[in-house]
């Protein structure tokens, strides 16, 4: 009896897919009924040490000024480099092989991303292949927002909130971008490529139907047949499907509601029980969207989850200036010092907040440093000093937009330690003198980021001159720099960055003018749950909750815009106060 053939099966899918759980507990499964599987991307990382260099190297923030050309050739040298160091010479009969990525992915971030032209593309991807392509590509579909949750919510709990890469500062645009491009090839080619939705599917739901694929490839290939699994009954989860969700009932009965406040009071009601339905099996999902709000309804909510889920709780307490949320901070600043320290941003004269980063100076120094960010208190001087050996980079860090003598000795101390550069190009932020501005230019070229990082809240012609000339390469950081500014150069840098970067739209955050209505407009079909937070939770206008309920009845399932509208809402039954930050959102600058 002939051997079976062996067989090449891709996982693919935009960051925070999904693609790599599915993959690496399928091919546990496979494996624990004999059939020998070689994850060429075991638990998300590269058999060849080669492709690991050639990936760390494209993520790599300083090298920005990439060009896409070199960015699409190195992406191919990374899996050519798996092709014929690991995947070809596993390729035996019998034998199952796994990848977490292949060349497809360089195809949609080089085509459909940055825009290279498809044929060129096709042949070179063509030459690294050799001929060898996948029996099966797995396509694990999520929509941008979910992957940018599950991936908020893998960096709170791993503790690295501060990594980010190249990809990642052009904005979620350019996420949704080579998801189209991922969904294009996946139609054209319906007999190797299967979809999964794994947004509105469970894991096991998920599993099931690529076992199920996997299954009759096996079986065409000549493997004996394998036990099922039973992951999952797909025939009910279609059926479960097919109903209204509870979320979609509530929001119907909510609409259908004629008075406003009661709809608004009834927002906050719907809202608080959806977080409660999470809590049993969901509670990561219902400690991050939580995130942000300081009422007794909440509080009760952190009790249930502090022990399953310190770190988001500590994470969500920011902005929170309560007796309850500091009561929380203390319980958990042994714990989760880190975001504890970083809750107590913005703090400046809390008696308990300056008495926690007191406390806390010796078990999280880099974090109390960072959360004295802007601060020129005497204490904040006084526990600098004595942070500065600890943590000089984050002490560096702190001083951003303060312009003092002091805090100019502290940065010429570091200036020529080259670990300390980024540091000190975003303690610069907000600060347009020629002394800052002699920083900048000659740092530019090897540290662009943090340099661009630094132009927030500049006004001045040569800072207008640096963010229309790296727009391109980087249209989230350029946004972020923007403030509030209603200068017309922000509204025309808005303009061309806003398909790539939603951080248009969270700089308009509170402003209520013309162009800050055309934009949200413009965006709402793309972004509706950023275009509700730019409302800014303080505007209460029947103008903007007339946007508020339109965008609920187009999004009845949009958990984070619901989050929006029922902030807005608390917001209506209490005093003026901070203004709602999303909490989602990610600050390159702490890193």
């Known amino acids: 009896m002939a051997e079976p053939q062996p067989i090449f099966i891709d996982f693919e899918g935009i960051d925070g897919s999904g693609k790599t759980t599915l993959s690496n507990r399928l091919a546990e499964y496979l494996k624990s009924q004999g059939i020998p599987v070689h994850h ?64 497809y992915s360089a195809l949609t971030q080089s085509h459909h991303g940055r825009g290279l032209d498809r044929q060129i593309v096709d042949h070179v991807l063509s030459m690294a292949a050799g001929g060898l392509w996948p029996d099966l590509v797995v396509y694990c579909d999520v929509d941008p927002l979910t992957s940018r949750v599950r991936k908020k919510l893998q960096k709170i709990r791993e503790h690295r909130l501060g990594d980010f890469g190249r990809k990642g500062l052009m904005g979620i645009g350019f996420r949704e971008q080579i998801r189209k491009g991922f969904l294009e090839l996946a139609e054209e080619n319906k007999g190797s490529w299967i979809v999964i939705d794994n947004a509105r599917s469970t894991i096991e739901e998920s599993l099931q139907r690529i076992f199920n694929r996997v299954s009759e490839v096996l079986r065409l290939k000549g493997y004996p047949a394998i036990l099922d699994p039973h992951w999952a009954n797909l025939e009910e989860a279609e059926k479960h499907k097919q109903t209204s969700s509870p979320l979609q009932v509530a929001v119907e009965k909510l609409l259908a509601m004629g008075e406003a406040k009661k709809r608004q009071e009834h927002s906050i009601k719907i809202f608080f029980d959806q977080i409660r339905a999470m809590v049993p099996g969901r509670s990561a999902y219902a400690a991050l969207f939580i995130s942000g709000f300081d009422i007794m309804e909440v509080h009760e909510i952190r009790e249930e989850l502090i022990e399953r889920e310190p770190a988001l709780i500590a994470h969500g307490l920011r902005g929170c200036v309560s007796e309850p949320s500091m009561n929380f901070r203390a319980r958990l600043l042994e714990r989760e010092p880190l975001y504890v320290a970083a809750s107590l941003s913005g703090m400046a004269f809390h008696p308990r907040a300056i008495a926690m980063r007191e406390q806390m100076a010796e078990i999280a120094p880099q974090q109390v440093a960072l959360a004295l960010r802007g601060n020129e208190t005497d204490s ?115 303009d061309q960055a806003k398909y790539y970067a939603k951080e248009a739209l969270d700089s308009a955050s509170g402003i209520d003018s013309g162009k800050a209505w055309q934009l949200r407009h413009s965006l709402s079909d793309k972004w509706p749950n950023t275009c509700v937070s730019s409302l800014g939770a303080g505007n209460q206008s029947e103008r903007a909750w007339n946007f508020r309920w339109d965008q609920l009845r187009k999004n009845p399932e949009n958990l984070l815009l619901f989050k929006h509208i029922a902030k807005a809402a608390v917001r209506a039954q209490e005093a003026p106060g901070e203004e709602f930050i999303d909490d989602l959102d990610e600050d390159e600058s702490d890193f």
């Not at 060009?67 to 035996?92: G, H």
């Not at 560096?396 to 200036?415: F, H, N, V």
Request: charged share 35%; net charge positive.
């Open 40 to 103: 060429a991307r075991d638990q998300g990382v590269f058999r060849s040490k080669v492709s690991r260099a050639i990936r760390e190297l494209t993520r790599d923030p300083s090298f920005l000024g990439m060009s896409d050309v070199t960015e699409f050739l190195l992406y191919v040298a990374r899996d050519a480099q798996m092709i014929d160091e690991y995947i070809r010479p596993k390729l035996k009969p019998g034998h199952v092989i796994f990848s977490d990525r292949y060349l």
């Open 380 to 494: 904040a001087w006084v526990l600098r000093e004595r942070l500065r050996k600890k943590a000089p980079n984050e002490v560096l860090i702190s001083l951003q937009g303060i312009d003092s003598e002091p805090a100019w000795a502290l940065r010429e101390k570091r200036a020529d330690k080259r670990t300390a550069i980024p540091a000190l190009l975003i303690s610069l932020g907000g600060i347009d003198s020629d002394r800052a501005w002699k920083i900048r230019v000659e740092h530019h070229e090897e540290y662009l980021p943090w340099v661009l990082m630094s132009l927030r809240g500049l006004q001045s012609d040569r800072s207008w001159e640096w963010r229309v000339r790296f727009l391109r390469c980087a249209p989230k950081i350029i946004v972020k720099t923007l403030g509030r500014s209603e200068d017309p150069r922000a509204w025309d840098l808005r």
